[in-house]
């Protein structure tokens, strides 16, 4: 038995298993127009199922914390519970055509297990790596950013084959497929869940549950600035990669669904390179530097030799390969950014309300770049806009992150531990 309890088996396998199955969540652009045309509702209605998705997600992080700093086993066990049944009654609500039905299964139900189950494994995979922390939580969040690549040949495997128009020939593979992948994933969850577990002799400090304070977190200088450019990066991101189709149709460039395919890649890959690369570095925070400065000059270039109007696809598809790969890297850089300033011990709650940063920005992201072009018709326009947002992102970086450890003790604990003295 000694065998299984290593990192590999009890951290970075069941974070594989747990990520790369919520992770299919970046697949909706794969099924919403089916689910749309079945349920006979305009696009842009089903369309804040996924909005609601990444909402609830970030918001069960910032609220769960607690309970998973508490016990993964349950935390894991939860999340399985509620991504399984989301994803099961989604497919119910389908074949009900209930809009409500789908918003509360996918949007909600689903979005709680999203949550608690992206946080759960990665307190435990730091404290396997040790100094390692970035390579271990990038190992967690690829499998986040490769499981689009993974599931969708599934998916459109279950999907079935479509006419001339682009529908389904056979409609009912819309509500089958959610029940289908509702099993693999219990499955993998699952397993997850059974193999998931903390180095022996590990245990949590007595005192946390005590001396956290939510009030130091939230209106430390730090904490405001590492959410602040987090948000940013992310915002800018979905911005940029929501138009990804557009923008290569619009250059007349074939081959979108390689395109795709290449920068999920580079999505998965930047949240190794990046993580495992601040590692290396005396302070994490200087990784965000360097994928903001990167993202500034892919944008600089493609703007300055008018990439988009000159139909270049190289300086196209380039910028939306490092702007994936900043996306990527920043998910995976934020949890060891954390523990370095505010402990690993707390990690799980300081980590659970940074992510309220993706709940804000999923509903931020798309609708920025739509409002940019349904104002100004200009590409160009959009690639400005997204260039300040990063600007802003390396000054806050530069000048409000610091990088002193902070005390998260509540003024009551240090009391306390003076009288004791």
């Known amino acids: 038995m000694r065998k299984l309890e290593n990192k590999w088996i009890r951290a970075v396998i069941p974070a594989l298993f747990i990520h790369c199955s919520i992770g299919t969540v970046y697949c909706w652009s794969l099924f919403k127009n089916d689910i749309a045309s079945y349920i006979g509702k305009p696009i842009g209605e089903v369309e804040w199922a996924f909005s609601l998705a990444i909402f609830v997600l970030g918001m069960s992080a910032a609220f769960g914390g607690r309970f998973v700093e508490k016990d993964i086993q349950k935390s894991s066990q939860l999340a399985a519970l509620f991504f ?4 099961a009654g989604t497919g119910f609500f389908i074949y009900q055509k209930s809009l409500i039905g789908i918003y509360i299964s996918y949007g909600i139900v689903m979005g709680i297990g999203l949550g608690i189950g992206y946080l759960t494994p990665v307190k435990t995979l730091m404290l396997w790596f040790g100094k390692q922390k970035g390579l271990a939580t990038g190992f967690a969040v690829a499998g986040f950013g490769l499981a689009k690549v993974i599931a969708s040949p599934l998916m459109e495997s279950l999907l079935g084959a479509r006419n001339s128009d682009g529908n389904l020939v056979n409609a009912t593979n819309i509500y089958t497929m959610f029940y289908l992948l509702a099993g693999i994933y ?22 946390q549950s005590t001396s956290f304070s939510y009030r130091k ?3 430390n200088k730090t904490f405001i600035g590492i959410w602040l450019m987090f ?13 990804e189709k557009g923008i290569l149709a619009f250059i007349g460039f074939g081959a979108i669904g390689l395109v795709s395919s290449l920068t999920a890649v580079f999505n998965a890959g930047g949240r190794i390179l990046f993580s495992s690369w601040g590692d290396r570095l005396q302070d994490r925070n200087s990784i965000y530097k360097i994928i903001f400065i990167s993202s500034i000059t892919a944008l600089l270039l493609t703007v300055v030799l008018d990439g988009i109007n000159n139909s270049s696809a190289i300086l196209i598809i ?6 994936n790969a900043g996306y990527g890297g920043g998910f995976s850089s934020l949890p060891p950014l954390l523990a ?9 709650t300081v980590h659970g309300l940074a992510l309220s940063a993706w709940a804000f920005a999923g509903l931020t992201g798309n609708q920025l770049s739509t409002f940019i072009l349904e104002k100004t018709q200009s590409y160009d326009m959009m690639l400005y806009v997204i260039m300040a947002f990063f600007m802003i992102a390396t ?15 509540s003024e009551e604990m240090v009391a306390n531990e003076v009288i004791v003295k």
């Open 340 to 348: 370095d300033r505010f402990s690993l011990n707390s990690i799980s």
């Open 231 to 243: 948000y940013i990066n992310i915002t800018c991101g979905l911005a940029l990669i929501s138009q």
């Open 395 to 409: 000054l806050i970086s530069q000048f409000v992150v610091k990088p002193d450890p902070v005390n998260l003790e």
């Open 318 to 323: 380039l910028l939306l390969c490092v702007v």
């Open 217 to 219: 977190v939230l209106t």
């Open 84 to 87: 399984v049944v989301g994803m």
């Open 186 to 207: 219990l499955v993998m969850m699952l397993i997850g869940h059974l193999l998931l577990k903390k180095p022996a002799g590990y245990e949590e400090e007595s005192v």
